[in-house]
């Protein structure tokens, strides 16, 4: 591996954690924080939590597990090549997940219409509330004591919340900073106006190619689309073409396969040479330059970025807002509305959840331990969460 460049996050001078530890002999810092992710019952679930298809509709479809191991390795070669520390753009990818509700953005839409008297829901504050507050499984503090910089990353790996004048940004325009954002239990200032670490970016921009690439390939398994539809669409079009150029008579399933990992490959390098390009015209010396650089400096190139936008919108006609796809979720977020309103009238939780909510002092607070306790379902978890509350009556359509 190359010596990293003099922009990335170095683990040996990390701002720290809010509770101390003892030095380890063997890992660095964000290997550590890695480590710790992997191991917490967060992760686990991921395994059988919606990406797009509900878990049970086929082994071959992603769930929020296997997209979250794509992102990961997606992150570390991207990292790679721009010489920055491969280990924290791991952590970030592993974690970017965590906040996500069973059922993919239709547990999430339910979640923050229910919430929306105490404060929303949001999934990327969501993961930090895991990350800091909810694994509760160490013996001398909750949550899992991340490094200061895999906060940041995991709280900012989209860009900054708030302006210079503390006025939300982007997608918080309209809805206000998330829940929480006051309370984050870090060891110093998550800096909220500033841009994230460049490993953090890598996490983000990887998060996006996953989706593309590996989105088209459920749809294809899923025959929701076919490779005519394909042959025209900005980004994967001449990709499908040179593929079924090249390989006519292959089967169909090596054929989408090609086109996949062509489509990554092509995004990655497309990735990395703008990065390239960006970091040499930016001039950074070190990662708190990288943070005040005024804009994201790993991205698609322009040429790239308008066609993936013509992608993303075919997918959501095509795919995400076909019937197949929508039925399930109606129906899931009919299930998530039942859980909700049942455990907040009754509190009738399973073990700790029940009691803590009985405790809790101000409706808000029962209200914000009935999301937490919904979020950090599975999706088997939360049918049958369903199926003992209402006697085996399915959501009502």
Not at 304 to 324: C, D, I, N, P, W
């Amino acid at each position: 591996m190359s010596e990293q460049a003099s922009y990335a996050s170095d683990p040996a001078q990390s701002r720290g954690r809010l509770y101390s530890t003892s030095d380890s002999p063997t890992r660095s810092e964000f290997q550590r924080d890695r480590d710790r992710i992997i191991h917490s019952a967060a992760f686990r679930r991921l395994q059988y939590k919606t990406q797009v298809f509900l878990h049970h509709e086929g082994q071959h479809f992603r769930t929020r597990l296997t997209h979250t191991l794509e992102v990961s390795q997606m992150a570390r070669s991207i990292a790679r090549a721009l010489r920055l520390n491969e280990d924290l753009a791991e952590a970030v990818a592993l974690a970017h997940d965590l906040g996500h509700t069973p059922f993919g953005h239709a547990g999430e839409r339910v979640l923050h219409e229910k919430m929306a008297d105490y404060g929303g829901f949001d999934h990327n504050m969501q993961a930090i509330r895991v990350v800091t507050q909810l694994e509760n499984r160490y013996a001398t503090h909750d949550g899992l004591n991340l490094t200061w910089e895999a906060l940041e990353g995991i709280l900012k790996h989209n860009g900054p919340l708030i302006d210079d004048e503390d006025r939300p940004v982007g997608r918080y325009t309209e809805t206000w900073l998330p829940f929480g954002i006051n309370d984050i239990p870090a060891s110093a200032d998550l800096m909220l106006a500033s841009y994230a670490s460049l490993e953090a970016q890598s996490a983000a921009i990887a998060d996006d190619i996953a989706y593309n690439a590996h989105d088209i390939d459920d749809a294809l398994r899923a025959r929701l689309i076919s490779f005519d539809d394909l042959a025209d669409i900005p980004l994967v079009g001449p990709i499908v073409r040179e593929v079924l150029a090249a390989y006519p008579d292959i089967e169909r399933s090596r054929q989408a396969h090609e086109v996949q990992r062509r489509l990554i490959t092509r995004a990655i390098e497309d990735v990395i040479a703008t990065a390239e390009y960006e970091i040499s015209g930016t001039g950074p010396r070190n990662a708190d330059d990288v943070r005040h650089a005024g804009r994201t400096l790993i991205h698609f190139s322009d040429e790239t970025a308008e066609a993936e936008r013509g992608l993303k919108a075919f997918m959501f006609g095509k795919v995400y807002r076909s019937e197949q796809v929508m039925a399930p979720v109606r129906r899931s977020q009919h299930l998530v509305a039942d859980l909700f309103d049942r455990y907040f009238a009754t509190s009738d939780m399973p073990n700790r959840w029940g009691e803590t909510a009985r405790a809790a002092t101000t409706v808000a607070g029962r209200a914000r331990i009935v999301a937490d306790f919904i979020a950090g379902m599975t999706d088997p978890y939360a049918e049958a969460e369903h199926t003992r509350l209402f006697d085996g009556k399915g959501p009502v359509e």
